[in-house]
Each structure stands twice: as structure tokens, then as C-alpha cells.
């Protein structure tokens, strides 16, 4: 394998790390002391692009941003053999756009692993309107060969995973304005069986992912709990007060921030029950899973259901979403979309997958 990187002392510490995650392997039992060196020898680090010229696949993990992606394929495609795939890990960018950067189309795909790669078994295998079906085969074929569990998916925004935690997201955000805070939605999804909630998720990751300090005009409750050094774990809060060992406490600062944003809104906080909380962040993700099935984006309900087990925590006893929405019944949840769609606007329209089926008397196919 080889490993290219911009800088040296970036791939010094890209090599450490990669190194250090072996021994921990070993430490627990996992792995030998001399698989750890063995492992360690077949990489080669190199600065020049040029050295991937006899590679027959690429994997791509630079920044998340498109002109940065557009150029590395540009190098890519006219450095490396013919034959050779050329993959993005990105997350949500588009890989019809990434691939038109490239004379070879039809050699670009998806991989998108999940933080951390070695640890995390979910690889969103993303096709593009090019990608040639030998190209895709190779691909699932190399996830089972790494102990990955491969998903096909289609381009959109997010693709599966994400798209269908923004629509989480979006829910969580908007209650906190309606009169929750932070710990009520986190400890209701946490119950449900979350390993976590989005606000201790946030705070994991660190909440200055995506921030920028000096376009940061106080414009949203997380910039101002970034302009406040509250950044999540790794500076001792965020959404959440952090002791010396890391455990979480409802955050007096975080409240008043909280309450500050919405008394300037204009909104009178009410009272949100935990089923308020569940059935607005759970159902709409129910509703993005069918869109996506309309879409063509995810083959079966099922590959939506193992995104969400192995990518995003969700409790495996309870199935998936799609799963899940069915035990719950679909004329249910067809029945709240439609009064979200009528007090909050088009963005809970249902999908017409869902309303079919549910007049129907159906679940999702696959899903149970």
C-alpha cells in the first residue's frame, strides 16, 4: 500500500497513528507483535503523486471540498494506469461531478468509510451515474475482503447515512427553539437505545468541525458556543459541562445561550413530552428513508436499515428505521408527517412511497 500525503510530517504522523492503532490491536489479544510490524511494512510512504502510477485503486480522503476533490482527480486520472479505480471517500459531495473532472467516468465510485475506518464496519459504496459495473463488483468484493460491510447507494446529498440524519438533525435543532434542551432530546434517543444523542454526538466530534473563527458572526447556537471556547470533549464544553473524566452535565451556559436565541426569535417555549421528541426526530427519518426508496438511491429497504446499524448506532434489537416504522405502522407515522407537513411546512410532506403503502395496509418491502 501506498500512503501519499502533501507534507512529511504529515505522513510521519499518519504512519504513527496507523502503527499505534496496531498495537493497540495487539495489546488486546487481536493481533500478533509480529503481525504489527508485518502490517506496518507494506506501507510505503511517498510525497509524489507519481508514485501511484502502477496502483490498480485509489482511495481519495482529502478536505471536504469540491474544487480540492475536482483537482486531486484531474492529477489522478492522467498519472495512473488505465484500469485503475479512482475513489472519493467523501461523505456528501457529488461523484458525478468529481468523476466529470476525469476522462475515465466510469472508473469513479464512492467509498465512504465511517470515522474511525479501523474500528467502524460501515462502507457506503457509492455508484455514479458513470460507474462501470465491474467497477462496483470490485468494490463490494474489497469490502468483504477488508471486514467491511458494503452498501450499494446511489448519488444524492448525503447519500443514505447522512441524508437521513440531517432530517434527524433538523428536528433536533428545531425543538431546542420550541422549548427543549439538549440533554431532554439526547436522553429520550438514548433510552430508545442510541449508544448517543446528536448533542453528545456533536460534542464528540468536536463542534468547530466546519467552523470557521473568523467568519463566525454569532449567527447560530453553535458559533456562539464555539466563540466561547466551548468546542465539545476536547476543550471541556460544548453543548454539555465536561468533569475530568469526560462525563457530561447539563450545561447552565448552554441553557441560557439556548434561551437568549429564543426569546430573540420570538417564540414562547413550551413543554415537549419524550413522545414529542421521539416521533419528531424518528419518524421524519422513516419519511427520508421511503424518499430515498422512490429515488432509486438505496436498492432495498433493508440496505437502509444496515446503514443505520453499522454506521449511526441504531439499536440493533429495534431493526433499522425502516424496520422499525413498520412494527410502528406506517398509517401512524403517515398520519404525524402529514400534521408536521401542515403546522411546519413542505419539508414533512410525505413520500409517496409511504402514503402508498400505508393505504395499502403494507410495510416496506425487505424491511419485515
Known amino acids: 500500500m501506498t500512503l501519499v500525503e502533501v507534507k512529511a510530517e504529515a505522513l510521519e504522523r499518519g504512519v504513527a497513528t496507523i502503527r499505534k492503532n496496531y498495537e493497540r490491536t495487539a495489546a488486546r489479544g487481536g493481533i500478533s507483535t509480529a503481525?504489527?510490524?508485518?502490517?506496518?511494512?507494506?506501507?510505503?510512504?511517498?510525497l509524489a503523486l507519481e508514485d501511484l502510477a502502477s496502483v490498480d485503486l485509489v482511495i481519495e480522503a482529502v478536505f471536504e471540498r469540491m474544487d480540492i476533490k475536482k483537482e486531486l482527480f484531474g492529477k489522478?486520472?492522467?498519472?495512473?494506469?488505465?484500469?485503475?479505480?479512482?475513489?472519493?471517500?467523501?461523505?456528501?459531495?457529488?461523484?458525478?461531478?468529481?468523476?466529470?473532472?476525469?476522462?475515465?467516468?466510469?472508473?469513479?465510485?464512492?467509498?465512504?468509510?465511517?470515522s474511525p475506518a479501523n474500528v467502524m464496519k460501515l462502507l457506503e459504496i457509492v455508484r455514479a451515474d458513470h460507474t462501470a459495473k465491474p467497477v462496483i463488483a470490485t468494490a463490494m468484493k474489497l469490502a468483504r475482503k477488508i471486514g467491511k460491510i458494503g452498501v450499494l447507494v446511489g448519488v444524492c446529498p448525503g447519500f443514505v447515512g447522512n441524508r437521513i440524519l440531517s432530517a434527524r438533525q433538523r428536528e433536533a435543532q428545531k425543538l431546542i427553539f420550541e422549548g427543549a434542551m439538549p440533554w431532554d432530546i439526547d436522553r429520550v434517543l438514548y433510552d430508545f437505545g442510541f449508544p448517543m444523542g446528536p448533542f453528545a454526538m456533536s460534542d464528540l466530534a468536536g463542534l468547530d468541525i466546519g467552523w470557521v473563527k473568523e467568519a463566525s458572526k454569532g449567527e447560530?447556537?453553535?458559533?456562539?458556543?464555539?466563540?466561547?471556547?466551548?468546542?465539545?470533549?476536547?476543550?471541556?464544553?460544548?453543548y454539555y459541562d465536561y468533569d475530568e473524566n469526560r462525563v457530561a452535565h447539563p450545561s447552565p451556559v448552554t441553557e441560557q445561550v439556548?434561551?437568549?436565541?429564543?426569546?430573540?426569535?420570538?417564540?414562547n417555549p413550551r413543554t415537549i413530552s419524550d413522545e414529542e421528541i421521539l416521533e419528531r426526530c424518528l419518524y421524519?427519518?422513516?419519511?427520508?428513508?421511503?424518499?430515498?426508496?422512490?429515488?432509486?438511491?438505496?436498492?432495498?429497504?433493508?440496505?437502509?436499515?444496515?446503514?443505520?446499524?453499522?454506521?449511526?448506532?441504531?439499536?440493533?434489537?429495534?431493526?433499522?428505521?425502516?424496520?422499525?416504522?413498520?412494527?410502528?405502522g406506517l398509517p401512524k407515522i403517515l398520519e404525524k408527517m402529514k400534521e408536521f407537513e401542515a403546522t411546519m411546512g413542505d419539508a414533512y410532506k410525505p413520500a409517496a412511497l409511504l402514503e402508498t403503502l400505508a393505504a395499502d395496509g403494507k410495510k416496506f418491502p425487505g424491511a419485515g
Open 35 to 46: 503481525d504489527v510490524e508485518a502490517r506496518t511494512g507494506l506501507i510505503t510512504g511517498s
Open 76 to 114: 489522478l486520472d492522467a498519472i495512473c494506469k488505465p484500469g485503475a479505480i479512482l475513489a472519493t471517500n467523501t461523505s456528501y459531495l457529488n461523484i458525478d461531478e468529481i468523476a466529470a473532472a476525469t476522462m475515465r467516468p466510469e472508473a469513479v465510485i464512492g467509498l465512504h468509510f465511517f
Open 220 to 238: 447560530t447556537i453553535r458559533d456562539v458556543l464555539c466563540e466561547m471556547d466551548r468546542r465539545g470533549q476536547k476543550t471541556g464544553a460544548g
Open 258 to 267: 439556548i434561551r437568549d436565541f429564543v426569546a430573540k426569535s420570538g417564540v
Open 284 to 328: 421524519p427519518m422513516v419519511n427520508e428513508g421511503a424518499k430515498i426508496l422512490e429515488e432509486g438511491k438505496a436498492i432495498r429497504a433493508s440496505d437502509i436499515d444496515v446503514v443505520w446499524q453499522n454506521g449511526y448506532g441504531w439499536p440493533v434489537y429495534r431493526g433499522g428505521p425502516m424496520f422499525w416504522g413498520g412494527q410502528v
